[in-house]
Every structure is written in structure tokens, then in C-alpha cells.
T-cell receptor, first 115, second 115 residues
Framework: AQKVTQAQTEISVVEKEDVTLDCVYE???????LFWYKQPPSGELVFLIR??????QNEISGRYSWNFQKSTSSFNFTITASQVVDSAVYFC????????????FGTGTRLKVLA | DSGVTQTPKHLITATGQRVTLRCSPR?????VYWYQQSLDQGLQFLIQ???????AKGNILERFSAQQFPDLHSELNLSSLELGDSALYFC??????????????FGPGTRLTVL
């Protein structure tokens, strides 16, 4: 079965703290992609990152970094020096690409960054 | 502003009715994706079109259909509407597909309310 688990329903941090959002996935497919999306309180969706199963290199983009570990089936997202504007719901998704694409979403983690 | 436009922003209709949601991708983008976000089901991928052809199909109901026109705009048709179809419908676009699912740019969404 394919599944994405975002065990943290809600996280609250104080501004400037670092925070890690966990994403654990399950699949037997060897070829897949992992995405992170952000949904701020305004409601729009923002695509953050795309990673394929063959590329375990970690990625850093400004204050954002992603740690992909196939050994633990995790694709965690860290925000360094969080800001109030980071307050949002963050979704992790697994995309299976064998045959027709299949998207499996996590339930999201609501991050509140307090001033 | 992502460059993706969706109309209408809000739509209120009654059960049993049919509605059409419209999406115009970013200039130059050939792929269009449709997603549904509801309180019950969370975020779901519905369907993807690339240059007029269906490329990936997700959890799209038989009552729903989509198409992408020669000018690359896309329409999502929802018929025999039920209360459970009330949701935010997002459109996203991406450039010509490379290997695997692409970085996606989201529109502001259409909020559908079925009464």
C-alpha cells in the first residue's frame, strides 16, 4: 500500500526558532517523486520542491532545506530561523510514476510561527 | 502572482446541477493539473493534461470531466453535483514535461459550494 504520513498535525514555534516538519512515506515502487506544498492562511497553494527517488541529495533553498532518506522512507522539511510568514499548512505528497501517475497526499502539518 | 488564472473565484449552486471551472495556464506552460481540496477528503489530484492530451489521471469521479483546448486553457466540468463536491478546486500549470511530474504553479482556486 502507498501512504504518506505527516504525524505532526500542528506545530507552534516562536519566531527565529528552527522547525522540522516530518514526512514518512510507504511504497514498494522504486521510481517515485516526493513533493512539498505550502498553503498559507490566504488559501493558495505553493509548490515548494520536487525530488525523485534516485536523487538523495539534500537541498537547501534560503531558509528552507529538505532531507531525503530512502533508508527511513522520509523526506523531512526544515525551516531555519522561522518567520511569521512561514505560518501555513504544509503538505507532503508521494507521486508514483509507474503506469499512470498516482498522487498520495499527507494530511498536512499546520505550522504557527508566533512573533 | 503565479500567472495562472482561474474563474470564477466563487461558485454557489444546487445539488444536481452542472458547473464549469476554467483555468488559464502561465504563458508558455503546456501542462495543466486539477486538484480538489475538501474538508472530508483533503487534497486530491484529479487529472493532468499536456498539450491537449490527458497525461495523468487521479481520483476523478466519472461525473467530472476535463479538457484542454488548443489555446491551452483547461476546463473542469462537474455534473450531477452533490453536497460532497463542495471544495476548493485548484488548477496548476507547468512547462513542457521532462522526466516525471514537474514543478507546478498554482492558480488562486475556485471555491465551489453545493447547497
Amino acid at each position: 500500500a502507498q501512504k504518506v504520513t505527516q504525524a505532526q498535525t500542528e506545530i507552534s514555534v516562536v519566531e527565529k526558532e528552527d522547525v522540522t516538519l516530518d514526512c514518512v512515506y510507504e511504497t514498494r515502487d522504486t521510481t517515485y517523486y516526493l513533493f512539498w506544498y505550502k498553503q498559507p492562511p490566504s488559501g493558495e497553494l505553493v509548490f515548494l520542491i520536487r525530488r525523485n527517488s534516485f536523487d538523495e541529495q539534500n537541498e537547501i533553498s534560503g531558509r528552507y532545506s529538505w532531507n531525503f532518506q530512502k533508508s527511513t522512507s522520509s523526506f523531512n522539511f526544515t525551516i531555519t530561523a522561522s518567520q511569521v510568514v512561514d505560518s501555513a499548512v504544509y503538505f507532503c505528497a508521494l507521486i508514483i510514476t509507474s503506469g499512470t501517475y498516482k498522487y498520495i497526499f499527507g494530511t498536512g502539518t499546520r505550522l504557527k510561527v508566533l512573533a | 502572482d503565479s500567472g495562472v488564472t482561474q474563474t470564477p473565484k466563487h461558485l454557489i449552486t444546487a445539488t444536481g446541477q452542472r458547473v464549469t471551472l476554467r483555468c488559464s495556464p502561465r504563458s508558455g506552460d503546456l501542462s495543466v493539473y486539477w486538484y480538489q481540496q475538501s474538508l472530508d477528503q483533503g487534497l486530491q489530484f484529479l487529472i493532468q493534461y499536456y498539450n491537449g492530451e490527458e497525461r495523468a489521471k487521479g481520483n476523478i469521479l466519472e461525473r467530472f470531466s476535463a479538457q484542454q483546448f488548443p489555446d491551452l486553457h483547461s476546463e473542469l466540468n462537474l455534473s450531477s453535483l452533490e453536497l460532497g463536491d463542495s471544495a476548493l478546486y485548484f488548477c496548476a500549470s507547468s512547462p513542457a514535461p521532462g522526466q516525471g511530474p514537474d514543478t507546478q504553479y498554482f492558480g488562486p482556486g475556485t471555491r465551489l459550494t453545493v447547497l
